[in-house]
């Protein structure tokens, strides 16, 4: 009878349930707390979700098994747009949308027979998460951790609501299409930046995160030393009297050519209100996009406003004032001195605009007259630690690198009393104000007698009502009839409520926390905090590993400041893993108007190395694997692979295929392969013949549990799939069989359970396992049996590697040599002649001289 995953995994995961296999427990084991990234509810899981989630269940599963009391949580980063956008479209309410999402998911996640413990599964839009929510944000604004300001935000006049950077596409709303507007709002932030320096700081700390990722976060940190001053303005309106500058390359302000202002600096928001060119230049100059990539990437836009300052080094000098579109004004002072000769930026803004390109320094030896014709047509940007020779220096560098010249033109501007040296970052404080309905509700109140007021806590939460429609473009919020009007909790007199709520980076950026005590009536329970955090090993993709890292780690300093979490856990993920994305090939044709039609994976059929639609037999054109898309259609679905394969499979292939910090193609061809390595390994256990003891078996099995503990430590779990191969091939041609057969069979379920649990169930029992093997010791290797009685040894022929022998471990060096000479290779090299050397390195190589 063959093996059939379909009843089999549905049976095993009826018994892990019944017998609580994953419920996690506070008790006097070590504890071991893994966590991938929650996922959103979007409808339906993908191969994405099965590699990720598979991955963890690994090492959840390998922890439990050496001992650990393992905590393996899952949850839905439940808030955001999509279910604001389905109602628009679709109607209906997000909430409705959101979870039949989650149903229809975990439906989905649950036959992967996952060792999570489903008991502390929560949604971030549930009444009681946004509860201890609002209760954690009360708490971080008794603290000073959070702040009410006035911000320059992104404004959709249409749908009304501030936009990321990221949403605004060629100056235009990603959704409504209207142009982008400049607004000023005042707007709720946590105040990160007062953490940046302990942020960047403890990265060097965290030597479990990829290297990469922990690079990302301290440029977006982005410390830097500079140069702090003011110019004097010369002919400016009253009241600007100073333009402030800060310079991070301070050594080259005697090859500034001009002064340029951010289109959203004060000064210029003045000349805009009276001059009609200039409130026309500032306004294109937003529709171009507000990223920095945008703004990078754009033609450089400048505006000569007529008005000059002075050089800080001659009084005489003065230096044209411009606007200029690729200066932003949250970062540094919203103003910058132009040095042409030495920023791409700069030189090509001056090339276009006819501006002065005088250079500050040169290759070395080179002179002044040299130094200005080799930046006139291109800048000249050595690196920091290169050096130059300096032909416009002022703080008496010759020979020098920026290294030592920066500090030294920073304590020349000090000495003299007109600037300073500043450290600063470019990481802001973080706005969580958002207009739009579904999302956590902020919980305060304007009252016209107090001003804005905390919420109070014994009436959290504060939840969204359910009667709003989406028919208007805007926050439903705005236009409820009764949800703003509230009562003062300071004065008890008529109040309304915030209607912003929060971005939805708040609710993952301290989910992890949650997870250690879900049903708890305060944000965490102190005593379950301490016992679980922080989280041992984190999973999740490279496109997380900037902002929801970022912000998980400050909110972690919070919960720390306000009580909720133990000093210990100021950085909640001991080690971070970023797998790689799942790929597939994409299927092509073209229909009548040469516009691409894409065919998903089960309309093709592939023959001799092309495809062809299975519907008419039309060839396909096979675009090279890209990752999976809805709208290329190179998708897959992961209840079609288990409901043909069983689960299994699918986590199999996606864990045997490549390194798992790679991508991996998935493809037809493999997945039927990995099934039938799967039926092979239940048909070896069921075998069972009556053959009796081998030695070289058991040592192979011992060697396997050495070799896959170590991969699985690793995070190598492609060697550890390959190590499991080799096990099955040597019992596949062993012939042993009663208790050696079955204590390797034994060790072999024990091995494959972290990665095919449910017929590592099947083979366990099959072999006379006692019990589960999920609740089976992880076993350990003798370290006896890893030490091979046997050794094979290389033969070298006049230098060259031609034949080898395997001999005992302590076989005498004189019959090595006899033996060495008997063989036929040997023999037929030496044609009958006596060598002229026979060297035997024992246990290594024999080398031959012929």
Known sequence: MPYDPSSAETRWQDAWAQAGSFDAKRDARPKYYVLEMFPYPSGRIHMGHVRNYAMGDVVAR???????????????????????????????HPRDWTY?????????????????????????????????????????????????????????????????NEQVIDGKGWRSGAAVERKELTQWFFRISDYSEELLAALDGLDGWPEKVRLMQSNWIGKSRGLQFRFQTVNAPEGFDQIEVYTTRPDTLRGASFVALSPDHPLVRHLAEGNPEIAAFVEECRRIGTTEEAIETAPKMGFDTGLTVRH?????????????????????????FGSPAHDERDHEFATKYGLPIPATFGEPRMDLAAADAMVATAPYVPAKTETVTYVRGFAGQTDQTAEEAVPAAIAVAEQQGWGEGVT??????????????????????HCESCGTVPEAK???????????????????????????????????????????????????????????????PTPTDRAEADYWMNVDQYIGGIEHAILHLLYSRFFARAMVKTGHLPDSASEPFKALFTQGMVTH??????????????HLPEEIERRDGKAYLKSDGREVQIIPSAKMSKSKKNVVDPVDIVANFGADTARWFMLSDSPPERD??????????????????????????????????????HRAIADVTKSIEGFAFNKAVAKLYELANAIGKSKAGGDTRAQVMRIMAQLMAPFVPHLAEEVWAMSGGQGLVVDAPWPKADPALLEDDTVTL??????????????????PKDQIESLVLADDTVQRFLDGAAPKKLIVVPGRIVNVVA
């Open 458 to 520: 014994e009436n959290l939460p504060v939840l969204l009502p359910l009667d709003v429609s989406f028919d208007v473009p805007g926050n439903p919020l705005d236009r409820h009839p009764t949800w703003r009007q509230t009562t003062c909790p300071a004065c008890g007199g008529a109040a309304l409520r915030e209607t912003d709520t929060m971005d939805t980076f708040v609710d993952s950026s301290w989910y992890y926390a949650r997870f250690t005590s879900p049903h708890a």
């Open 585 to 598: 090939e994409i299927y092509l044709t073209r229909d009548a108007k040469d516009r691409a039609v894409y």
């Open 100 to 164: 039949a999402n989650i149903a229809t998911m975990k439906d989905q996640l649950k036959p992967l027979g996952l060792s999570i413990d489903w008991s502390r599964e929560f949604a971030t839009c549930d009444d009681d998460y946004v509860a201890q929510q609002q209760a954690l944000f009360l708490d971080m604004l008794d603290a000073g951790l959070i702040t009410r300001k006035s911000a320059q935000v992104n404004w959709d006049p249409v749908d009304m609501t501030v936009l990321a």
């Open 62 to 92: 390998f922890k439990r098994a050496q001992g650990f009391s393992v905590l393996h949580p899952m949850g839905w980063d439940a808030f955001g747009m999509p279910a604001e956008n389905a109602a628009m479209e679709q109607g209906g």
């Open 664 to 701: 991996v193609e998935w493809t037809a061809a493999g997945a039927e392969a990995a099934s039938k390595f799967l039926s092979r390994v239940w048909r070896l256990a069921d075998e069972a013949p009556a053959g009796g003891e081998d030695p070289d078996l058991l040592r192979a099995a």
């Open 424 to 445: 600063k970052f470019r990481l802001r404080d973080w706005g969580i104000s958002r207009q739009r309905y579904w999302g956590c509700p902020i919980p305060v109140l």
């Open 312 to 336: 800080p080094l001659d009084a005489d000098w003065e230096l044209p004032i411009w606007i200029a579109n690729f200066v932003l004004m949250d970062y540094g002072t919203g103003a910058i």
């Open 794 to 811: 290389p033969i070298q022929i006049n230098g060259k590697r031609r034949a080898e022998i395997t001999v005992a471990r302590d076989t």
